[in-house]
């Protein structure tokens, strides 16, 4: 997200962001390098939608699409952090 570009092209803020995954049932959700799966997604349609400002953390701003889609998998998410370093995907 590249608030700062929009702005200075003269589109001010806030902006609106969408972001979702289809066609994600049955899938497996993997939280390691191993593949270890952890869940199947129950929801074919993953999607989640907020708002971002010059300045704001874009990973904070995209936390409601991430546990929506380990909500959808039946998983417990873990904050992305520096004390976080699972990697977490969706089996295609």
Same mark, same amino acid.
Not at 21 to 44: K, Q
Not at 52 to 73: H, M, Q, R, S, Y
């Given at each position: !997200?590249?608030?700062? %570009?929009?702005?200075?092209?003269?589109?001010?803020?806030?902006?609106?962001?969408?972001?979702? !995954?289809?066609?994600?049932?049955?899938?497996?959700?993997?939280? =390691?390098?191993?593949?270890?799966?952890?869940? $199947?997604? !129950?929801?074919?349609?993953?999607?989640?939608?907020?708002?971002?400002?010059?300045? =704001?953390?874009?990973?904070?701003? $995209?936390?409601?699409?991430?546990?929506?889609?380990?909500?959808?998998?039946?998983?417990?998410?873990?904050? %992305?952090?520096?004390?976080?370093?699972?990697?977490?995907?969706?089996? $295609?």
């Amino acid at each position: !997200m590249r608030a700062d %570009f929009l702005n200075d092209i003269g589109i001010p803020g806030p902006y609106r962001w969408v972001a979702g !995954m289809e066609g994600v049932r049955d899938r497996a959700l993997y939280e =390691d390098n191993l593949r270890r799966a952890s869940g $199947l997604c !129950m929801s074919d349609v993953i999607e989640a939608e907020g708002t971002f400002n010059t300045g =704001d953390d874009p990973v904070k701003a $995209l936390e409601p699409f991430f546990e929506g889609v380990f909500e959808a998998c039946g998983v417990n998410r873990v904050p %992305f952090g520096p004390q976080s370093h699972r990697i977490s995907q969706i089996a $295609l």
